[in-house]
């Protein structure tokens, strides 16, 4: 079972899910250059996507890896952390 999330952009093309940010926010950058960044809204207008820099991307992940390891969701952080070096080391 894969737990890859997809998007298609309307102009960027397919984009791939980073982390959930917020209940109804995830982070997700393009699949091929994995430079560009978009903060998704989803919401009853359907969905919104909002682009972010690279820095506010890494500092996003980062708060997320903390509340993963404060909750004690050891998986979770784990595959977080990889995606993290992956995309930004």
Known sequence: MSTETYLNHPTF??????CLVEETQELFATLYA???FFMVHSGPNGLKFEPIGR???RILVENRLRLLRR???A???EQ???IYKQTFQ
């Open 13 to 18: 093309g397919l984009l791939f899910r980073i």
């Open 34 to 36: 994995q430079r560009l």
């Open 55 to 57: 820095t506010d991307a």
């Open 71 to 73: 909750a004690g969701q």
């Open 75 to 77: 998986k979770e952080q």
């Open 80 to 82: 977080l952390q990889a």
